[in-house]
């Protein structure tokens, strides 16, 4: 067969291992997953209750167009219904921009290490791939910007930044913006925008407003918990979405996931008391790094990347066989680090307990 010769050297992507096969491999009855991210809450009781009383049949095709989701979020985001498109989680879209602008012969710039599906997509469709190394655990955006020529069609910009939590603060990138050619794709992915609280944090309804060539990705994945449902939007001037849109597969989502993100987009008290229960979590953490002198990124998403200067591997191995699943970063270009999704105030307990022991049984010259 004739495949694409991209393929042959493409790796798929590495999921987290599943909590039932660490069960079964370690014989273990209890185990916690803070490894990809996800709400510790589960979703709202609204969403939940919302699938339960649609009575949906399963037997007709979703609503192409999305189309009470497309109603309800433009009005709670104060933009029109034509400047959204939905995926398959905010990766299909990031898929869509890929499809729709990438080719052997153009180029694309990104940070390092970044989110890796960036990089994915631009290999499938043959562009070339600039990336450009984080300046402590950030974006550096200069040098991206000399990245940056004449083939480039699109430049993505993950704030926060997955998997060290960095933001780009407003005043930097909104002078990025300006200095990027308007025939250039600016993509800002704010998967964790909910989570943040810093107060220089980027208004992306204002940069899309201002500047024609970005759109910003955000997702039901994260914060509202519904992470199995897969659904994503996109945000960006009504031409942007109507040239992305014969890109996108015909009922690309699902009715429940249209049900399920309506109720809980509605639901902002459950948005707020997951972040406050983040912002806890991930002060448990940090006290934790200090008193250790582990390296860390004070982090704007609902995770933590530590640095336990030594191989990533080893840390994830111990803390698997004691049933906390967790990132390594050897998978993420962080080869000495680990990447821990903040859970509950029980679970992150648990877990800062079980890291204590690791130091002292296998690290006793940092102890």
Same mark, same amino acid.
């Given at each position: 067969?004739?495949?694409k010769?991209?393929?042959?050297s493409?790796?798929?992507?590495?999921p987290?291992? @599943?909590i039932?096969?660490?069960?079964e491999?370690?014989?273990?009855?209890?185990i916690?997953?803070? +490894?990809?991210n996800?709400?510790?809450?589960?979703c709202?009781?609204?969403?939940a209750?919302?699938?339960?009383?649609s009575?949906?049949?399963?037997?007709?095709?979703p609503?192409?167009h999305?189309?009470?989701?497309?109603s +309800?979020?433009?009005?709670a985001?104060g933009?029109?219904?034509?400047?959204?498109i939905?995926? *398959?989680g905010?990766?299909?879209i990031i898929r869509?921009?890929?499809? /729709?602008?990438?080719?052997?012969g +153009?180029n694309?710039v990104? /940070?390092?290490?970044t989110?890796?599906?960036y990089r994915?997509?631009a290999?499938?469709?043959?562009?070339?791939?600039?990336e450009?190394?984080?300046?402590?655990?950030g974006h550096?955006?200069d040098a991206m910007?000399?990245?940056?020529?004449?083939?480039?069609n699109?430049?993505w910009?993950?704030s926060?930044?997955?998997?060290?939590?960095?933001?780009i603060?407003e005043?930097?990138?909104?002078?990025?913006i300006?200095?990027v050619?308007?025939?250039?794709l600016?993509v800002?992915?704010?998967a964790?925008?909910e989570?943040?609280? /810093?107060?220089?944090f980027?208004?992306s309804?204002?940069l899309?407003?201002?500047f024609?060539?970005?759109?910003?990705?955000r997702t039901?994945?994260?914060?509202y918990?519904?992470?199995s449902?897969?659904?994503?939007?996109g945000?960006?001037?009504? @031409?942007?979405?109507?040239?992305l849109e014969?890109?996108?597969?015909p009922f690309?989502t699902? @009715?429940?996931?249209?049900?399920?993100?309506?109720?809980?987009?509605?639901?902002q008290?459950?948005v707020?008391?997951?972040?406050?229960?983040?912002r806890?979590?991930?002060e448990? #953490?940090?006290e934790?790094?200090?008193?250790? *002198?582990?390296p860390?990124?004070?982090s704007?998403g609902n995770?933590?990347l530590?640095?336990f200067?030594q191989?990533? *591997?080893?840390?994830f191995?111990y803390?698997?066989e004691r049933?906390?699943?967790?990132? @390594?970063?050897?998978l993420?270009? #962080?080869?000495?680090?680990?990447r821990?999704?903040?859970?509950?105030e029980?679970?992150?307990s648990?877990?800062i307990?079980?890291?204590?022991?690791?130091l002292?049984t296998e690290c006793?010259?940092i102890v």
């Amino acid at each position: 067969m004739r495949w694409k010769k991209q393929l042959h050297s493409l790796a798929p992507y590495q999921p987290g291992r @599943s909590i039932e096969s660490v069960k079964e491999e370690y014989h273990l009855d209890t185990i916690v997953k803070l +490894a990809s991210n996800e709400n510790p809450l589960g979703c709202s009781k609204k969403a939940a209750e919302a699938i339960k009383e649609s009575g949906l049949g399963l037997a007709y095709y979703p609503d192409g167009h999305a189309g009470e989701l497309r109603s +309800a979020l433009s009005e709670a985001l104060g933009i029109l219904p034509n400047q959204l498109i939905f995926g *398959n989680g905010s990766d299909e879209i990031i898929r869509i921009i890929s499809r /729709a602008l990438l080719y052997p012969g +153009a180029n694309t710039v990104m /940070a390092a290490p970044t989110f890796p599906q960036y990089r994915h997509n631009a290999v499938l469709e043959g562009a070339e791939i600039r990336e450009v190394p984080l300046a402590d655990g950030g974006h550096d955006l200069d040098a991206m910007l000399k990245a940056i020529d004449g083939q480039t069609n699109v430049v993505w910009i993950c704030s926060p930044n997955n998997p060290t939590g960095k933001h780009i603060p407003e005043p930097l990138l909104i002078d990025f913006i300006k200095r990027v050619p308007d025939d250039i794709l600016v993509v800002i992915d704010e998967a964790y925008k909910e989570y943040v609280v /810093a107060e220089d944090f980027h208004d992306s309804l204002e940069l899309v407003s201002k500047f024609s060539n970005v759109i910003a990705l955000r997702t039901f994945s994260k914060i509202y918990g519904l992470a199995s449902l897969r659904v994503g939007y996109g945000i960006a001037n009504p @031409s942007i979405i109507r040239m992305l849109e014969p890109a996108r597969e015909p009922f690309n989502t699902n @009715s429940i996931a249209h049900i399920a993100a309506k109720a809980a987009l509605a639901d902002q008290e459950f948005v707020e008391e997951a972040r406050k229960l983040n912002r806890q979590g991930l002060e448990m #953490f940090y006290e934790f790094c200090e008193k250790r *002198n582990l390296p860390y990124y004070p982090s704007q998403g609902n995770f933590i990347l530590i640095d336990f200067q030594q191989d990533a *591997n080893k840390v994830f191995q111990y803390m698997l066989e004691r049933g906390f699943i967790i990132r @390594s970063g050897a998978l993420l270009g #962080f080869p000495q680090s680990v990447r821990v999704t903040v859970g509950t105030e029980e679970q992150v307990s648990a877990i800062i307990k079980e890291f204590e022991a690791f130091l002292v049984t296998e690290c006793k010259a940092i102890v």
